[in-house]
């Protein structure tokens, strides 16, 4: 779910990128990678685990197993998917409330916790555990939340409101909406106040995407704040952008004090795509976030077919700014469904991210690792601890 939105981006992107650091940065182009790149004594090592091409998360035996792979091959921090397709993979009382449903109804999940298990299995094994609330503000075009709740969900200018993703009809729930507001701040703290987590993440799906926000609701309130002028019908509008971006900013805002009060020591991390994308496609401010000291781990998805495109997304500034405030990671592609990425790219990246002194990796995903265990351990010969905020 995380790749989709940034493969057609890399594709336009990645002749000119090239081409352009070639030009003005010539020694890029020979970039050669150390074979005997240092690790740190600290380093993120971790792992998305998801519901989605992969089995890992529907039973307590797979659960277990694959935790116990994980601290094997020296990993440190799992990000196991916790709000995904419109349901939570936790007993919620929230979800419950809202959307009539306690608990995914996949049948892996039936009669467990399967937050509690990873937690338990994982602190045993000495790996952190950090709840990933994927879908964020997006939910499937036909879940109960949509159902249920109409006036939750925005729309483009034109009323529409189905958004594509692949294949998928999704819809997005309205940021700057107060019951929204409410429901996403209760469903975190839900688990922080419930669950022993190392912290909680979000991903590139808390956002928006350009197009939408023209729904009456926030229309109105557009229209509150403006003099009852409405909004600009060009969802590109500079104004427009940040005026919807700030709304989704004041959420974030709401969410990391909300999870501070009940847990100061609760790590909020950030998974978003790089800064200039995740604001032009989703009104996803992540670099305010950050200066505001909202974000206290980030981990800028990098999912590049080539090294060439890795180096540049590397030395965006604002990586390199936010890395001097908190520990910054870059998310590392592992493979798709039946579709690996190639061990030796993989291995280029991580050393390359090494060489920069940047935080650490994350996978996507789990199943994607396959049978490829020894090639990991190469990677990461020995243990080491997170990097600390």
């Not at 050669?32 to 792992?47: K, Y």
């Not at 349901?87 to 419950?96: C, G, H, N, R, V």
């Not at 009539?100 to 399967?114: A, F, N, S, T, Y």
């Not at 928006?208 to 926000?213: A, D, I, K, R, V």
């Amino acid at each position: 779910m995380k790749l989709k939105r940034q493969l057609w981006l890399a594709g336009l992107l990645a002749f000119g990128l090239a081409i352009a650091l070639m030009v003005h940065f010539p020694f890029v182009a020979n970039a050669q990678v150390s074979p005997l790149s240092t690790v740190s004594t600290a380093e993120l090592r971790g792992v998305w685990l998801t519901n989605i091409d992969s089995n890992v998360l529907f039973s307590r035996r797979n659960l277990n197993q694959g935790i116990r792979r994980l601290a094997q091959l020296n990993f440190n921090t799992i990000y196991p998917t916790v709000w995904n397709w419109g349901y939570t993979l936790y007993p919620s009382s929230i979800a419950a409330q809202v959307t009539g449903h306690r608990l995914d109804p996949q049948p892996g999940l039936q009669g467990r916790d399967m937050l509690a298990e990873a937690i338990n299995q994982g602190h045993r094994r000495g790996l952190a555990v950090i709840p990933w609330f994927e879908f964020g503000l997006m939910a499937p075009a036909d879940s109960d939340l949509a159902r249920l709740h109409p006036d939750w969900i925005t729309s483009r200018r034109d009323g529409s409101q189905v958004v594509m993703e692949g294949q998928d009809p999704r819809v997005w729930l309205n940021p700057a909406h107060p019951e929204v507001q409410r429901f996403i701040v209760d469903l975190v703290t839900e688990v922080v106040a419930n669950y022993d987590v190392d912290g909680i993440q979000f991903d590139d799906h808390f956002g928006l995407p350009f197009e939408l926000g023209y729904d009456p609701y926030t229309v109105q309130l557009y229209q509150q704040e403006h003099q009852g002028k409405r909004p600009p019908a060009d969802p590109h509008d500079p104004e427009w952008m940040r005026w919807r971006a700030t709304k989704i900013t004041q959420l974030m805002s709401q969410l990391f004090y909300a999870v501070k009060a009940l847990k100061p020591n609760c790590l909020v991390s950030l998974s978003p795509n790089p800064r200039e994308f995740a604001y032009d496609m989703y009104l996803q401010d992540w670099w305010t976030w950050e200066r505001r000291g909202y974000v206290e781990e980030l981990i800028v998805q990098l999912y590049r077919p080539n090294l060439i495109n890795f180096l540049v997304e590397l030395q965006r500034p604002e990586i390199q700014m936010a890395r001097t405030h908190i520990p910054v990671g870059i998310g590392i592609l592992a493979g798709l469904k039946n579709r690996p990425v190639d061990i030796t790219l993989i291995q280029d990246q991580v050393r390359t991210v090494r060489d920069r002194q940047l935080a650490g990796v994350s996978f996507f995903f789990y199943e994607s690792l396959g049978d490829r265990d020894t090639d990991f351990l190469a990677l990461f010969p020995t243990p080491a601890q997170r990097p600390r905020v």
